[in-house]
T-cell receptor, first 113, second 114 residues
């Protein structure tokens, strides 16, 4: 079974500062990993995905994530936070044999002016 | 673009009422899912379906049932709503055979049970 753990339920950053959201996964098979973003009163939107093609994955809105197998991690970063990045972020994992995603508890990002 | 439409954005129901949450996708996806979202718990899978008339239990199926009579439509049913089912419900779909299985989500249905 696959699972993910997101470290930190809330992250507060200043505008222009680095955003770092942590995600560790547990999987018995090579995983597919995802980061989704949810803006208030909306559904989830895909930020980026890891599918074993490259360990550094670039997504939308300037976000990127690095897959580190030795650390079972898939942390999300953005070099310079913007006010529009305020949202909730979810890490998710699926195995190679089905289509179900298992989600982390989410991290809420607040951006200070 | 893939469109997943949930029929009701906000619902208020009373304890014991039967509740239907409808979800329709327009991209001919075989796989459809119902998740429940609660603060601090993330998204938890209630039921999913790999094909018409097929359904499988997810992690928290108790108190829920589903119906998939047509490929594009996946309904979540609360036979007798209870206050602990107050939550945000998210429908999602994906195509079989892709190498990633990215889920496409609807905008959610926020249910309040009084």
């Amino acid at each position: 079974a696959q699972s993910v753990t997101q470290l930190g339920s809330h992250v507060s950053v200043s505008e222009g500062a680095l955003v770092l959201l942590r995600c560790n996964y547990s999987s018995s098979v090579p995983p597919y990993l995802f980061w989704y973003v949810q803006y208030p009163n909306q559904g989830l939107q895909l930020l980026l995905k890891y599918t074993s093609a490259a360990t550094l994955v670039k997504g939308i809105n300037g976000f990127e994530a690095e897959f580190k197998k030795s650390e079972t991690s898939f942390h999300l970063t953005k070099p310079s936070a913007h006010m529009s990045d305020a949202a909730e972020y979810f890490c998710a994992v699926r195995g190679s044999n089905d289509y179900k995603l298992s989600f982390g508890a989410g991290t809420t990002v607040t951006v200070r002016a | 673009d893939v469109k997943v439409t949930q029929s009701s954005r906000y619902l208020v129901k009373r304890t014991g009422e039967k509740v239907f949450l409808e979800c329709v996708q327009d991209m001919d996806h075989e796989n459809m899912f119902w998740y429940r979202q609660d603060p601090g718990l993330g998204l938890r899978l209630i039921y999913f379906s790999y094909d018409v008339k097929m359904k499988e239990k997810g992690d928290i199926p108790e108190g829920y049932s589903v119906s998939r009579e047509k490929k594009e439509r996946f309904s979540l049913i609360l036979e007798s709503a209870s206050t602990n089912q107050t939550s945000m419900y998210l429908c999602a779909s994906t195509l079989t055979g892709t190498n990633t299985g990215e889920l496409f989500f609807g905008e959610g249905s926020r249910l309040t049970v009084l």
